[in-house]
């Protein structure tokens, strides 16, 4: 986290949370269509299926260290980028999951009190 003097650390750009979380599949997407791939021949580099990709693509499916890994190797970008966004979706997600975050809250209540 960037921290400046005299500045809410919440409120630098590089701090913020987006509203709506970003699954890596949105970021692929755009790569694959700024690159002009196809997402079947895509896929077919990957060895994978192409309705799987696509699940990849529309956020329907995690992006897996293996994914992660296979699409350094068809792209060319670091593995760790999607690893990273994917935690930082999963992230998002379970924090804006009211019931999770209850649930969480009663378990630090109970550590509290040991």
Do not use: C
Not at 51 to 59: A, D, K, P, R, V
Request: glycine share 6%.
């Amino acid at each position: 986290m960037i921290t400046l003097k005299g500045v809410d650390p919440k409120m630098i750009a590089n701090n913020l949370t987006p509203s709506e979380p970003i699954h890596p599949g949105e970021m692929i997407k755009d790569e694959i269509e700024y690159r002009g791939l196809s997402q079947r021949k895509l896929a077919a580099q990957m060895g994978i299926s192409p309705t799987l990709l696509n699940e990849i693509l529309n956020g329907k499916r995690a992006v897996s260290t293996e994914y992660a890994l296979l699409f350094e190797a068809a792209l060319g970008i670091d593995a760790e980028i999607w690893i990273r966004q994917q935690v930082r979706y999963d992230m998002q997600v379970a924090k804006s999951n009211k019931t999770f975050m209850e649930k969480l809250a009663n378990i630090r209540k109970l550590v509290a009190a040991l």
